[in-house]
C-alpha cells in the first residue's frame, strides 16, 4: 500500500483546510485508517481515525472541528479541518494499519505511511 497525502498550506487561525490521501492498491476498503500530526519538538499523536465500517475517532483538541472520511471507490481518505488554530500546526500523516479494519491509537499498528503534508496556521 502506498499514501500520497496531499493539501497542506498556510491558512490563518479560524480558517479550514482539506487534507487528502490518495492510496494505491485493492485493500483501501477493509483497511482502518489514520491522520496523525507532529508538530515540532512534540510527539507524533493520533488527530483522527477512521473503520472499514466508517466508525471514527478524534482526539479531544480537534472535536467539533474535524472531520475525517473516506470515499473506498476513490481510494482516498479526507481529513476536513475547519476553526483551525495555531496549535494545529504540523505535519500531518495518513497512515494505514497493516491488517483489518479496526482502527488503533498506537501509532505502531501503522505499517504503511505517507510521506507528510505541512499545515501552518497563522495569527
Known amino acids: 500500500v502506498q499514501l500520497q497525502a496531499s493539501g497542506g498550506g498556510l491558512v490563518q487561525a479560524g480558517g479550514s483546510l482539506r487534507l487528502s490521501c490518495a492510496a494505491s492498491?485493492?485493500?483501501?476498503?477493509?483497511?482502518?485508517m489514520g491522520w496523525f500530526r507532529q508538530a515540532p519538538g512534540k510527539e507524533r499523536e493520533l488527530v483522527a481515525a477512521?473503520?472499514?465500517?466508517?466508525?471514527?475517532y478524534y482526539v479531544d483538541s480537534v472535536k467539533g472541528r474535524f472531520t475525517i472520511s473516506r470515499d473506498n471507490a476513490k481510494n482516498t481518505l479526507y481529513l476536513q479541518m475547519n476553526s483551525l488554530k495555531l496549535e494545529d500546526t504540523a505535519v500531518y500523516y495518513c497512515a494505514a494499519v497493516s491488517g483489518g479494519g479496526i482502527y488503533y491509537y498506537d501509532s505502531s499498528r501503522y505499517d504503511y505511511w505517507g510521506q507528510g503534508t505541512k499545515v501552518t496556521v497563522s495569527s
Open positions: 477512521i473503520s472499514s465500517g466508517g466508525s471514527t
Open positions: 492498491g485493492r485493500t483501501f476498503s477493509v483497511r482502518a
